[in-house]
């Protein structure tokens, strides 16, 4: 088949990890795979240099920017048409939000050199425009959108069952047009085990004693992902465990408020802030700690409880969007969102407990090695085209 990607940009974040192990693998399947992308724009990091070297054309839009803009945007759209024309796509499959609208609008109805109707049309749902976090104008703003957008989409593809009910209850598509595929992972370095040797020198790197339980926080340090919630926590649970130490893995506009606060709560020492790390860098980060903390507030399906899961650690996570699909008893704690008190007793439960931990960590590794394995994902996806192309 030819397939035609289309994401707004390459920064480091799931919806770009997924796209890049999707066109890799369609690649190495024999397909012909063209992805088309903004430039790498963003102080997330950029994931641009996986690229290099692969199976597949990358074709940059230099207009294509995540920031609505009018002139941006009509440039990126007419390019985009363009090149479709050009590449003759048998699929036209979309990632986030800009790219979804203008490369969905672009595929939609294009016509084959032949006169037939390609290419079909596909959009990955990572996560949903619309939250009860904001205002309900602006809501109602993106749900017409969507709307609009799901009337030019053959078939859509969630990350998470959640997402498909949260679309469909609004009416955007129909249930009979979606389709859960579980956004991969690379899963190698994360199952496997880091030596004592590079765990002690991690540790060491941000001042953290070797015997402490480390409880670490894969996340942007920015708003409602929810790392005020436990630093709320850590400053009850750090009078009753000592040897407890809380280790927050990103960046964001919130870095410096959220030190302010630590130092404030006279936790300093407690909470360790590795700023942004390079994505082959997060397996020893987790694999060098002891429970997965994750508060945010909106989420598809955060890639780092399967991630955490993998790695052997028990998961505590609000309630919110797919996490109940990984989260559970068995696996970890699935705490109501902003309840401090459930989090904090969540945690003591957890940092008390070894074996406890160790229990929960190897359920949850169980749990998630097949359903996010990068074959498990692109097969879907591959039955999806299939289907779609009859």
């Not at 799931?14 to 693998?25: D, F, V």
Request: proline share 4%; net charge positive; glycine share 8%.
């Amino acid at each position: 088949m030819r397939i035609v990607h289309i994401i707004t940009r390459l920064i480091v974040g799931g919806a770009q990890e997924n796209t890049l192990i999707t066109c890799k693998l369609l690649a190495k399947r024999g397909h012909n795979v063209t992805l088309i992308t903004g430039p790498a724009l963003g102080p997330e990091g950029e994931l641009f240099n996986q690229t290099k070297g692969r199976a597949y054309r990358v074709i940059v839009v230099d207009r294509l920017r995540r920031a609505i803009n009018p002139y941006n945007d009509t440039v990126s759209y007419f390019q985009i048409k363009e090149l479709l024309r050009e590449l003759q796509p048998d699929i036209v499959h979309t990632h986030s939000a800009k790219a979804g609208i203008l490369g969905r609008f672009a595929g939609h109805g294009l016509k084959g050199k032949w006169g037939e109707n390609l290419p079909a049309v596909v959009h990955t749902i990572h996560g949903l425009a619309f939250h009860p976090y904001q205002s309900e104008l602006l809501n109602k703003f993106y749900i017409a959108i969507e709307r609009s957008t799901a009337k030019r989409t053959d078939f859509s593809i969630s990350v998470a069952d959640a997402m498909t009910a949260q679309a469909t209850a609004v009416g955007i598509g129909t249930p009979e047009r979606y389709v859960t595929a579980y956004s991969a992972i690379d899963e190698e370095d994360f199952l496997e085990p880091v030596s004592r040797q590079r765990r002690g020198d991690f540790r060491r790197k941000y001042g953290i004693d070797e015997t402490a339980v480390v409880l670490v926080t894969i996340a942007r340090l920015f708003m409602l992902k929810g790392h005020e919630y436990i630093v709320d926590s850590a400053r009850q649970l750090a009078k009753k465990f000592e040897n407890c130490v809380w280790l927050f893995v990103g960046n964001g506009n919130l870095s410096e408020q959220l030190k302010e606060q630590a130092r404030r709560f006279g936790l300093a020492d407690r909470i360790k802030f590795t700023g942004l790390l390079p994505p082959n860098e997060i397996p020893l980060a987790i694999q060098s700690s002891d429970i997965l903390v994750h508060c945010s507030l909106r989420e598809g399906l955060a890639r780092a409880l399967p991630q955490g899961m993998l790695c052997g650690k028990p998961a505590i996570s609000f309630d919110v969007d797919g996490a109940r699909e990984v989260v559970n008893d068995n696996t970890g704690r699935l705490i109501e969102p902003k309840n401090v008190e459930q989090l904090t007793d969540a945690c003591a439960e957890l940092i008390e407990d070894k074996d406890l931990r160790e229990r929960l960590g190897e359920q949850g590794r169980q749990s998630v090695k097949k359903k996010f394995a990068p074959d498990t994902m692109v097969d879907t996806i591959e039955e999806v085209y299939r289907k779609l192309l009859g």
